[in-house]
């Protein structure tokens, strides 16, 4: 998948090809304006209001306390961009929407979508990064900060919600498997997928006091607590405890340089037991055509965190020197530019 200008008909496809459409418009004040339409959209709670069923935009403006000029033009933006439907002087949600963008959709990102205005911010710190180095580190920036702290957790759970699905009809747990140990995976929503799917797994999820506070918070409304258990500490840092088969190891290489990636590999392990299987979910280096989401995050990982992304090669081959062995790579198909390195520790010789 690509970001970019969408030519329409045959001669915008020959406008384009010729390089006489203004791309950098397109991509940027384009794009810039359908990312801001959307988050507010979502935001104002208009595809909310929209599941109680088709309104108007003096009525839509009246529940949500907004001018009704201006919601006229978002209302019309929404719909000119897919998002809404309009049926005569109604507005209806649109396929779209109902699918992405509700609360009671099992595939909803609304909550991700509040997390953009954070990310929004640290795009903003793209320049500097550039010319300093210097980072953000945004776990650091959300200190003393609990509700960021929860917007930012809700709107990774909505995306592991989406990506735990295809993940866990692919990757089998290991014979006799009973205790996950998920790092960094304070949201617990791949720990809820496992013990859902598998009622005798428990998880240990590992993670920074902030995110510890608002899992265990998620974990008791959903009915987990008495499964997944919350343990603070750093993975750079602090003991991970010991006998778990399932480690997942998802969207943390990426924070990290080369030696403490293969460092925190060998703890793990250590931490494993023979025969235990680990999973590695990232973004991974690609060529071709497919480049493009990945260096997009790439800046986006150094903006945030100076970390970057790897190849699969190159952490397929931290995982041999860690001491795993078959290791093999799965393209996800519904998480574009993401792929999992699943290896196992050897069990123990008879």
Not at 72 to 83: D, K, M, R
Not at 118 to 143: I, P, Y
Not at 229 to 242: A, M
Not at 248 to 270: C, G, M, P, W, Y
């Amino acid at each position: 998948m690509r970001i970019g200008g969408i030519p329409e008909g045959l001669l915008e496809h020959l406008l384009n090809s010729a390089r006489l459409l203004p791309a950098p418009l397109i991509e940027t004040l384009g794009a810039m304006a359908l990312c801001r339409t959307i988050m507010a959209g979502n935001k104002l709670g208009v595809f909310e209001i929209l599941t109680e069923g088709p309104q108007s935009a003096e009525t839509i403006s009246m529940k949500l306390s907004c001018q009704l000029r201006g919601m006229e033009a978002l209302l019309e933006a929404l719909a000119a961009s897919g998002y809404l439907q309009r049926q005569g002087k109604f507005y209806v949600n649109s396929s779209m929407a109902k699918r992405w963008l509700v609360s009671d959709s099992p595939y909803s990102l609304a909550h991700y979508l509040q997390l953009d205005y954070l990310q929004w911010s640290w795009w903003e710190r793209l320049e500097e990064m550039v010319k300093t180095g210097k980072a953000v580190d945004l776990h650091g920036s959300l200190q003393g900060d609990a509700e960021a702290w929860r917007i930012y957790l809700l709107g990774l759970k909505d995306l592991a919600a989406w990506a735990s699905r295809e993940i866990l009809r692919r990757v089998r747990l290991p014979r006799g498997a009973k205790h996950l140990l998920d790092l960094g995976g304070g949201h617990g929503e791949y720990s809820e997928a496992v013990c859902r799917r598998y009622p005798e797994m428990k998880a240990v999820v590992f993670d920074l006091a902030e995110a510890c506070a608002v899992g265990r918070e998620l974990a008791a409304r959903s009915g987990f607590e008495d499964r997944i258990r919350y343990v603070i500490g750093d993975l750079t840092k602090d003991d991970l405890g010991q006998d778990y088969d399932l480690v997942f190891v998802f969207n943390i290489l990426h924070h990290f340089d080369e030696q403490t990636n293969q460092k925190s590999l060998r703890k793990i392990f250590a931490a494993m037991n023979p025969g235990g299987r680990l999973v590695v979910l990232d973004l991974f280096k690609q060529s071709g055509r497919l480049r493009q989401l990945p260096m997009l995050a790439t800046l986006f990982f150094m903006v945030t965190s100076g970390g970057g992304i790897y190849s699969m090669e190159e952490v397929r081959r931290w995982l041999t020197a860690a001491g795993f062995n078959r290791s093999r790579t799965l393209t996800l198909m519904t998480v574009p530019g993401a792929s999992l390195v699943v290896a196992d520790k050897p069990a123990k010789e008879i």
